[in-house]
């Protein structure tokens, strides 16, 4: 997966600003994905390999994908997995239904959310707060990378149990290990995370 995610260019060092407002000297871009088919497909497979294992289809009953990012990996795992689909909006519609979670949502549904990757956390708390006032149960949140600066700890204190597929601190030491990128670069990844 590291391979994958090097060859593709999700992965850039500069200076960037996250959606979190934080700064930070690397770059994920998992929205790149799913314009290489075989690697959309493939990770959409890693992920649908790992629900099946690791938290059972009959231990929830929807999947949510979180925008944007998310959204186009929910929407094939869920299809993949045969579960209905949701996707929980930014902010709530001032028309129409007025609603933040968009697809059936019947109260007492369990709800598994769907992202592309963590860092604090803030975006998957404000789906699953989304999904718990529409009266679903949200049984917990699946990403393919923790950036393990917060995020995990943030959701488990609100009630939200994290699977992450893989941590940037494995993307980083393998990505050294096959000479992907330098010492300099590796150092750079492991001093943004979140010392637990």
């Avoid at 689909?85 to 959310?113: A, N, T, W």
């Avoid at 949200?138 to 699977?163: C, I, Y």
């Amino acid at each position: 997966m590291a391979n994958i995610l090097f060859k593709i260019g999700a992965i850039k060092f500069g200076v960037f600003k996250l959606s979190s407002g934080k700064a930070s000297p690397y770059y994920i871009d998992l929205r790149v994905i799913p314009s290489f088919p075989d690697a959309f497909r493939e990770i959409c497979d890693f992920y649908v390999e790992y629900i099946t294992n690791n938290i059972g289809l009959k231990n929830f009953d929807r999947i949510a994908g979180i925008p944007l990012a998310g959204l186009p990996f929910a929407s094939q795992i869920a299809y993949n997995l045969h579960k209905p689909f949701l996707y929980v909006r930014k902010g709530i519609k001032l028309h129409g239904r007025e609603r933040r979670v968009e697809g059936i949502l019947v109260s007492g549904d369990r709800v598994l959310l769907i992202d592309d990757l963590l860092t604090t956390g803030l975006t998957l708390k404000k789906a699953s707060d989304a999904v718990k006032a529409e009266g679903g149960i949200v049984t917990g949140a699946v990403v393919f990378l923790d950036r393990e600066e917060g995020g995990k700890q943030l959701l488990e204190a609100n009630g939200v149990k994290l699977h992450s597929l893989l941590k940037i601190s494995e993307i980083a030491d393998t990505l050294f290990e096959i000479g992907a990128i330098d010492e300099e670069s590796l150092k750079t990844i492991l001093k943004q995370i979140k010392k637990q």
